[in-house]
């Protein structure tokens, strides 16, 4: 990667796998960014000697982004105990679907794959901080645990055991990653919406489905999850009666197929789908406009 008196462009350089990396560890497009700003602003506050003598900037930058992260998610439980709401992680548009968008945006460096599908980031928030970051640098990463320890302060081993109970959470919730079945099965929930047809919903829908809808406070959406196919598909009706001139778009959310509505050429909720045996069983619908806007930057959805 960097030699000693690494250039500004090869630090600069690493900035995409930091930003893919804060993501998994934040749920967070903007504290990612801000994580991986901070990590750079105490690299260029190291004289120039102190820099020199490091032989690997991006190990580097990568420790002390995971150690602002960890600092971000030891905080980020009271902060959300505030949050209005449910608490979701942001969702990603697939930029090759979208056209393209502002390149500085993060979501733009962000590698789409089963690490950041909303199942996936969902039983991440499960976690606490130590096994989020032991887990996701380990097992996505690859990072060995003896560079793991500087970044919990903790031994190679201790992380070891942390990256183990991490896994056994995933491997107890973790559902088959998305097949053919899927996008058809929002396909589907698509057009019965489309029609305002609660039993074509119903049918769709696990009888034990959830759904769990993040407004922030800001955008209106139901405090808590939504439970039973049923009562999903009368909510899911109601709201497209209230919302007339909506929009629904097939679309890659987070890696996985997802579904857009927009009024007036403005998105307006992002969500995402877990299905299991052909049937919706998870649903998380993203209304917070803070965190949609990379699906806006350019004015498209």
């Given amino acids: 990667m960097g030699t000693a008196g690494a250039s500004i462009e090869e630090t600069a350089g690493e900035r995409r796998q930091l930003i893919n990396v804060a993501y998994r560890l934040l749920g967070s497009l903007a504290e990612a960014e801000d994580a991986v700003q901070e990590a750079y602003a105490r690299w260029y506050a190291l004289p120039g000697a102190r820099r020199a003598e490091i032989v690997n900037p991006g190990a580097w930058l990568t420790t002390v982004t995971g150690?602002?992260?960890?600092?971000?998610?030891?905080?980020?439980?009271?902060?959300?105990?505030?949050?209005?709401?449910?608490?979701?992680?942001?969702?990603?548009?697939?930029?090759?679907?979208?056209?393209?968008?502002?390149?500085?945006?993060?979501?733009?460096?962000?590698?789409?794959?089963?690490?950041?599908?909303?199942?996936?980031?969902?039983?991440?928030?499960?976690?606490?901080?130590?096994?989020?970051?032991?887990?996701?640098?380990?097992?996505?990463?690859?990072?060995?645990?003896?560079?793991?320890?500087?970044?919990l302060g903790r031994t190679p081993a201790a992380c070891k055991q942390l990256a183990t109970s991490a896994r056994r959470r995933v491997d107890a919730t973790r559902t088959p990653a998305p097949a053919a079945g899927h996008a058809e099965a929002v396909r589907r929930v698509k057009e019965a919406w489309e029609a305002r047809n609660v039993a074509a919903l119903v049918g769709i829908l696990d009888p034990a489905a959830v759904m769990t809808a993040d407004g922030g406070g800001v955008a209106g959406a139901a405090l808590r999850p939504v439970e039973g196919g049923a009562r999903i598909a009368q909510y899911m009706v109601a709201i497209a009666d209230r919302a007339p001139g909506l929009e629904l778009l097939e679309r890659s959310v987070n890696g996985t197929p997802g579904l857009v509505a927009r009024r007036a050429g403005v998105v307006l909720t992002v969500a995402s789908f877990e299905v299991a045996d052909g049937r919706v069983s998870r649903l998380w619908v993203v209304r917070n406009p803070e965190k949609l806007r990379p699906w806006t930057a350019d004015g498209r959805p």
């Avoid at 996505?140 to 793991?148: G, L, S």
């Fill in 67 to 151: 150690r602002v992260c960890l600092d971000v998610l030891g905080s980020a439980r009271a902060r959300r105990e505030r949050y209005v709401g449910a608490w979701l992680p942001d969702p990603l548009p697939d930029r090759d679907e979208h056209g393209v968008r502002r390149g500085t945006d993060p979501a733009d460096q962000i590698v789409l794959d089963e690490s950041v599908t909303m199942a996936f980031l969902v039983i991440l928030e499960s976690m606490t901080p130590a096994e989020r970051v032991a887990f996701v640098l380990h097992d996505v990463f690859r990072y060995p645990f003896a560079d793991i320890a500087g970044v």
